[in-house]
C-alpha cells in the first residue's frame, strides 16, 4: 500500500468511526433521554443541540485546521467524541444529557470536516471524485451500519451497551490516526493568512463562489429530502403493516448501497463532470414519487434503493466541485462550511417535511419532497453551467 492510499485509509477508517458513533446512538438516544425523564421537548432539544453544536464549530476547525494542522484535530476530535461518548452512561440529569450531547457534536466536527479536506488535499486533481467518493462513503456507511449495531447491542446487552462500544470505537480511532496518519500543514501560505480576529474564523466567503454556493445549496436540499425518509419513514411503513425491523433493514441497507456505489460514481463525474449531479437529483426524485405511492414492504425498498442511486451519484459531484477550484491550503476552511449544509438540511428537513406531514399526510409530503428536490436541483445546475 504506498503513502496516499494509507493515508486516505487511516482518514476513511477515522471517518467511518466517527459516523458509525452517530448511528449506533440515534436509534436508542430518545429512550434513554425518556430513562432520565426528559420529555419530547427536551428530546428534540437534545437531538438538536448535537446539530447545532456541528454547524457552529465546523467552520472555524476548519480554518484552523488549514493553518495549525490536520491531524492535530482529527486526533484530538476522535479520542474527545470518544471520551465524551462513555460520559452519556454516568449522566444523571436531562440538562447533564444535553451537555455531553453539546459536547460530542463539537468534537465530532473535528473530524468529518478535516477528514474531507485532508482527503481533498492530496488527493490528485485528475481522481478527485473518486477519492471523495472514497471519503463519503465511510460516512453513509458509517451512519447506516450504526442502527443495526445499537439496536442489537442495546437488545441483548442493555441500553448502555452502545454508548461504551462507541466510545472505545473513538478513542482506537485516535490512537490509529495519531500513530499512522501524516499531517498537512501549509506553512507558506498560511503565514499570509494569520488569524487576527475572532471574525475571520467565521468566514462565509466561499459562498460567493457561485459553484461553491450551487453545491452547497443542492447538498442541503438532498440531506433535507433524507431527513424526511428517516424521519418519517417509520410511521410511513406501520399504517401498511411493516415492521420496525424491516423499516431498519430498509434504512441500513440503503445507506450501505450509497457507501458502496459512491467511489464508481466518483470516477465517473472525473470523467463526464457536472452533468452528473443533474442526473442524480432526478433519480432521487424519481425514487421519492414512487415512494409516495409504495404501499408494500417489497415497493418501498424499491423506491428507497433508487433515491440511494441517485443520493451517491449526487452527493460526490456536488462534494468533489464545492472544493474542486478551492486552493488547496484552503480546502479545510472550505470543507468546513460545505459540510454544516449536512447539519442544516436535517434541522430544517425534519421540521419543515413534518409540518407538511401534518397538513398534507406522508405520502402528500414525499410526492411534494420530489417536486423541491427537482426545483432545487435545475435552477442550482443551471447557475452551475451558467
Not at 485546521?65 to 476522535?78: A, L, N, Q
Not at 473535528?110 to 488527493?123: D, L, R
Not at 499512522?180 to 471574525?199: A, G, H, M, P, Y
Request: proline share 2%; glycine share 10%; charged share 10%.
Amino acid at each position: 500500500m504506498g503513502k496516499l492510499e494509507k493515508n486516505v485509509f487511516v482518514i476513511w477508517i477515522t471517518t467511518f468511526t466517527t459516523m458509525l458513533g452517530v448511528g449506533l446512538i440515534a436509534p436508542i438516544m430518545a429512550i434513554y433521554a425518556q430513562t432520565l425523564g426528559a420529555t419530547n421537548l427536551e428530546i428534540g432539544l437534545i437531538f438538536g443541540s448535537f446539530a447545532l453544536a456541528r454547524t457552529v464549530a465546523q467552520i472555524p476547525v476548519g480554518v484552523l485546521s488549514d493553518i495549525y494542522g490536520k491531524k492535530f484535530f482529527i486526533v484530538c476530535g476522535t479520542f474527545f467524541y470518544g471520551v465524551f461518548t462513555l460520559l452519556y452512561n454516568f449522566v444523571s440529569t436531562v440538562l447533564g444529557l444535553l451537555i455531553v450531547r453539546t459536547f460530542t457534536g463539537i468534537f465530532s466536527s473535528f473530524v468529518t470536516p478535516v477528514a474531507g479536506s485532508y482527503v481533498a488535499a492530496i488527493a490528485p486533481k485528475t481522481r478527485l471524485g473518486e477519492y471523495m467518493g472514497i471519503f463519503n462513503s465511510a460516512i453513509t456507511l458509517g451512519f447506516g451500519v450504526g442502527p443495526f449495531i445499537g439496536g442489537i447491542l442495546a437488545d441483548i446487552y442493555g441500553i448502555r451497551t452502545p454508548f461504551y462500544f462507541c466510545g472505545f470505537l473513538g478513542i482506537l480511532a485516535a490512537i490509529i490516526s495519531y500513530m499512522k496518519l501524516e499531517d498537512i500543514v501549509f506553512n507558506e501560505n498560511t503565514k499570509k493568512r494569520s488569524i487576527k480576529n475572532i471574525s475571520n474564523l467565521f468566514s462565509f466567503e466561499f459562498l460567493k463562489n457561485r459553484n461553491f454556493l450551487s453545491s452547497f445549496v443542492i447538498n442541503t436540499s438532498n440531506v433535507m429530502i433524507n431527513a424526511g425518509i428517516i424521519t418519517y419513514l417509520a410511521l410511513y411503513a406501520i399504517s401498511y403493516d411493516i415492521s420496525i425491523s424491516q423499516v431498519g433493514f430498509m434504512i441500513a441497507s440503503t445507506n450501505i448501497l450509497i457507501a458502496l456505489l459512491q467511489r464508481s460514481f466518483g470516477k465517473l463525474y472525473d470523467r463526464l463532470g457536472n452533468v452528473m449531479i443533474i442526473i442524480g437529483i432526478f433519480i432521487i426524485s424519481f425514487g421519492m414519487y414512487l415512494l409516495s405511492t409504495s404501499t408494500t414492504f417489497l415497493n418501498m425498498i424499491i423506491s428507497l434503493t433508487i433515491v440511494a442511486v441517485g443520493s451517491s451519484i449526487s452527493s460526490t459531484a456536488t462534494t468533489s466541485l464545492a472544493v474542486k477550484d478551492i486552493p488547496t491550503y484552503r480546502k479545510g476552511e472550505a470543507m468546513g462550511l460545505f459540510t454544516t449544509s449536512m447539519n442544516i438540511g436535517m434541522f430544517i428537513g425534519s421540521i419543515s417535511f413534518g409540518f407538511l406531514a401534518d397538513i398534507l399526510g406522508i405520502a402528500n409530503m414525499y410526492k411534494f419532497s420530489a417536486i423541491f428536490s427537482i426545483v432545487v436541483g435545475i435552477i442550482s445546475y443551471l447557475r452551475i453551467e451558467r
